[in-house]
């Protein structure tokens, strides 16, 4: 063994020691530590001859490297719909490293730590409400969450007309309909060899709507003279967190032969409160569903997963299978994941979705979900009264809004720069409706509505200013 190996072999206790307190150091600050910074330096340097051994690479990385490390895990972090991680999760995030497993056998002798899979996902189905008809697996994110559904069903697409797209490539044109599709999607119809710009677009109801209009839907579907296609609908768009209707697209299922996809990256997790469940009233309807736990849930990045229906998994297997030789079996009962997804070799992506929801439990899913909604409204309470105006109104967990005036949309884009330059607080810039806006995005576990007083006030100073 190399020598620095066998040093940090036997400092092994004393390393994980360190990197523990260091951890602790930081999430006990993280309120107070910055949301953007202006460090860098030049990513290069030389690859040392003699290593470091662990100890000394960590101070290396805390002298150069750690300055970059913004709180995007923290309770102010409000771009992109970002999540944070909380206890539990670190606890099964750090084990996942540590027992470091083969995930993708249920019985295999080399490990089948794939049933922690199963069992997280069926914890997750319980959460959401939907049915066991769905399989699900974990990928990295809703990106990819998007591109295995899509990707299953383009492989449907191809059976409606007797072909095998998976085994002979696209032949046909498959047509896709949506109506505000997250960049994601496109970006899997992209990778797909679908084509990012060959997808029809379905008009959105009226009135600061980004919902699918059924009539519109319809109409399209009739166009389409009983050829099949490729729904992709939305449970929560990233802009207004809107809904498609879904009881009304399960009724078009009983005419139409189509494949229909949920994105419910975030917007999902309505389903785990009373209050807000009748946005994804008849979703269970759906053949595939994205989302993500690197949002809502709360656990550190890269975590997402699947669903889909039980009854396709052929069609799953044609798509990813790792090998030219027939599966051998009843594929549910010889399952492995490295035949249903994109990846082969993965981590234990679903341990530290599995702590936290033995950890909090569904009340405290409840309880998370319904505190972000509402300090989305406080938020925008507090927004209206200070000179700002919603572009949407508040449906879930997002805020879009821009200064108030038509006169004031040049100064949206410097305001918005200077405003996540005081490090207090991060937003992502939006455009809606043709109106620069701004948007804010309730997700964190942390947050509460001292953050909000922080952040209004910064945002009160700028406008003195700007
Ligand atoms: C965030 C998001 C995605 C993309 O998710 P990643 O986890 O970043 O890959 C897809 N769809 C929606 C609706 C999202 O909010």
């Not at 309880?367 to 700002?388: C, M, V």
């Not at 572009?391 to 108030?404: D, E, Q, S």
């Amino acid at each position: 063994m190399n020598s620095k190996l066998q040093h940090d072999l036997d400092n092994f206790e004393n390393i994980l020691e360190k990197t523990k307190q260091q951890g602790i150091d930081f999430l006990s600050n993280i309120n107070n530590i910055p949301t953007s910074t202006t460090y860098s330096f030049d990513p290069k340097t030389a690859l040392n001859e003699l290593g470091l051994g662990s100890i000394e690479a960590l101070k290396e990385f805390n002298e150069r490297l750690a300055p970059l490390m913004v709180s995007s895990s923290g309770p102010r972090y409000w771009g992109f719909v970002t999540g944070g991680s909380t206890p539990a999760s670190i606890v099964g995030d750090w084990l996942a490293s540590v027992y470091d497993q083969n995930t993708q056998s249920v019985t295999s002798q080399g490990g089948n730590s794939a049933l922690i899979e199963f069992e997280t996902i069926n914890l997750l189905l319980q959460l959401l409400e939907l049915p066991d008809t769905f399989l699900g697996g974990f990928v990295t994110g809703a990106t990819m969450s998007n591109f295995t559904s899509l990707a299953v069903a383009r492989q449907w697409f191809g059976k409606q007309y007797g072909k095998d797209f998976a085994k002979n490539g696209i032949s046909e044109t498959i047509n896709i309909l949506t109506a505000t599709p997250h960049s994601s999607s496109i970006k899997s119809l992209s990778m797909l060899g679908i084509g990012s710009q060959n997808y029809t677009v379905i008009k959105t109801i009226e009135g600061n709507r980004e919902a699918l209009d059924i009539t519109d839907l319809e109409e399209k579907i009739k166009a389409l003279n009983g050829k099949p296609f490729i729904l992709i609908s939305s449970a929560g768009t990233v802009n207004t967190a809107d809904f498609d209707d879904f009881e009304a697209i399960a009724k078009l299922r009983e005419k139409y032969n189509f494949w229909w996809h949920i994105d419910g990256a975030f917007g999902g997790f309505a389903a785990v409160s009373e209050k807000y469940k009748h946005y994804v009233k008849g979703w269970e309807g759906a053949d595939s569903i994205t989302i993500d736990c690197h949002k809502w849930l709360n656990v550190p990045y890269e975590s997402a997963f699947y669903l889909v229906k039980k009854e396709h998994v052929n069609l799953q297997i044609e798509t990813f299978q790792n090998s030219n030789a027939p599966y051998l079996g009843n594929p549910l009962e010889n399952f492995n994941y490295l035949n249903v997804l994109p990846e082969n070799s993965r981590r234990l992506r679903a341990l530290p979705v599995w702590f936290s929801l033995k950890a909090y439990g569904k009340e405290g899913f409840i309880d998370l979900i319904e505190d972000s909604t509402a300090l989305a409204l406080h938020f925008a309470n507090a927004l209206i009264e200070n000179d700002f105006e919603l572009l949407a109104p508040i449906r879930l967990n997002n805020v879009c809004f821009t200064l108030k005036g038509e006169h004031n949309q040049e100064k949206v884009t410097p305001f918005l720069s200077a405003l996540n330059d005081t490090g207090k607080v991060f937003m992502t810039p939006t455009v809606y409706q043709n109106k620069k806006g701004i948007r804010a995005s309730f997700v964190n576990w942390r947050t509460n509505e001292e953050d909000i007083r922080i952040v209004i006030k910064e945002m009160k100073d700028l406008l003195e200013i700007i």
